[in-house]
């Protein structure tokens, strides 16, 4: 099998590693990897070598995590998925592997193309931001940084019942916003963004900014348009690659006299419901990783998220190293990026 190793910044490889798939042991899945997809927020920093996310593997390590596949053998054991089976995993890009039941797996069902499954668990996350941040139907929502994530979010906002402005900044990103679904765009840097996001609002202010961007300036920009009371949901590595700051991140203006929560999306998120009494009385978590993308390919199959339309490249998997310089390069056309394991 083939698999993408990074050997230190800027040094991926595509490396040959042996893969027995004659005797599966009974947990044992299959996997012929038929696309991948590139993050290019979070690959492009590992990429580059900024400033390594706790908990994070040195190098050599593996890249990716978002792998549609076939399943091609099962364990005489496994349940939950068959042999020609379409499944969506956190594996990383590589041609094939075998993976366990108890692993991340969801199934894609007929009529969802593989280019959007493939985005499935980004999309998850994308939505999550909505979950732990206790969103509400009706209520006005600001996504700064339009990248894949960022993107996802937008589409996500108005099925969930909110309605949503992308601010980006790049006019190419705006547009896509647009195509995403959302009410309304704004470049960051607008003179008038605070009179615009007023008039968006009639006046009520933003309940709820998804923050996606790295970059400092975003950040605060967050905390600046968001209203009295409202909340900032962080799902961005902030500061990562970036200067030391040059301003107060939590400063009284804009944190303390405003009242605002910021909300780190990671980990589960709240219950409206008491959720610590015995089994079988616990509440299943509904937003954990696997659940949360297999509602969001029910929306696709529903036909109301197409992540694929965000897709402006296509390579095959041998041309990986010229994607993640692309990518390297901030090359701003460059969005959804797919791998191609099957030729």
């Given at each position: 099998m083939k698999i993408a190793i990074l050997h230190g910044p800027r040094d991926l490889r595509l490396e040959e590693e042996p893969l027995d798939t004659s005797q599966l042991q009974p947990d044992e899945i299959w996997v012929e990897t038929r696309i991948s997809a590139l993050k290019i927020g979070t690959d492009r920093?590992?990429?580059?070598?900024?400033?390594?996310?706790?908990?994070?593997?040195?190098?050599?390590?593996?890249?990716?995590?978002?792998?549609?596949?076939?399943?091609?053998?099962?364990?005489?054991?496994?349940?939950?998925?068959?042999?020609?089976?379409?499944?969506?995993?956190?594996?990383?890009?590589?041609?094939?592997?075998?993976?366990?039941?108890?692993?991340?797996?969801?199934?894609?069902?007929?009529?969802?193309?593989?280019?959007?499954?493939?985005?499935?668990?980004?999309?998850?996350?994308?939505?999550?931001?909505?979950?732990?941040?206790?969103?509400?139907?009706?209520?006005?929502?600001?996504?700064?940084?339009?990248?894949?994530?960022?993107?996802?979010?937008?589409?996500?906002?108005?099925?969930?019942?909110?309605?949503?402005?992308?601010?980006?900044?790049?006019?190419?990103?705006?547009?896509?916003?647009?195509?995403?679904?959302?009410?309304?765009?704004?470049?960051?840097?607008?003179?008038?963004?605070?009179?615009?996001?007023?008039?968006?609002?009639?006046?009520?202010?933003?309940?709820?900014?998804?923050?996606?961007?790295?970059?400092?300036?975003?950040?605060?920009?967050a905390v600046e348009i968001v209203r009295p009371n409202g909340r900032v949901a962080i799902v961005s590595l902030l500061g990562r690659g970036e200067e030391p700051l040059n301003f107060n991140p939590l400063s009284m203006q804009n944190f303390y006299i405003k009242g605002i929560s910021l909300i780190a999306v990671s980990g589960p998120a709240g219950y409206l419901y008491p959720n610590d009494g015995p089994a079988p009385m616990l509440i299943e978590d509904r937003y954990a990783a696997d659940r949360g993308a297999a509602h969001i390919i029910s929306l696709m199959a529903d036909g109301r998220l197409e992540p694929k339309r965000l897709i402006t490249h296509r390579f095959h998997y041998t041309e990986m190293v010229q994607a993640y310089e692309m990518a390297y390069n901030r090359e701003k056309a460059m969005l959804g990026v797919i791998f191609d394991w099957q030729a």
């Open positions: 920093g590992n990429y580059e070598g900024a400033e390594q996310v706790p908990g994070a593997p040195g190098y050599p390590r593996w890249v990716g995590d978002s792998n549609l596949g076939i399943v091609r053998g099962v364990g005489r054991a496994v349940t939950r998925v068959k042999v020609g089976d379409r499944i969506v995993t956190r594996q990383p890009h590589q041609s094939e592997y075998i993976t366990t039941e108890s692993a991340s797996i969801v199934k894609v069902p007929a009529g969802v193309a593989d280019e959007d499954a493939v985005f499935a668990h980004l999309y998850a996350l994308s939505a999550h931001c909505y979950h732990k941040a206790h969103f509400k139907p009706g209520e006005n929502v600001a996504v700064i940084g339009l990248g894949v994530l960022g993107l996802g979010a937008v589409a996500v906002g108005p099925l969930f019942g909110g309605r949503v402005v992308g601010i980006g900044n790049s006019p190419l990103r705006l547009e896509m916003a647009q195509r995403m679904g959302a009410h309304a765009t704004l470049l960051a840097d607008d003179p008038d963004l605070q009179a615009k996001l007023h008039e968006f609002t009639d006046g009520a202010g933003i309940d709820l900014v998804v923050l996606t961007a790295n970059p400092w300036p975003a950040y605060r920009t």
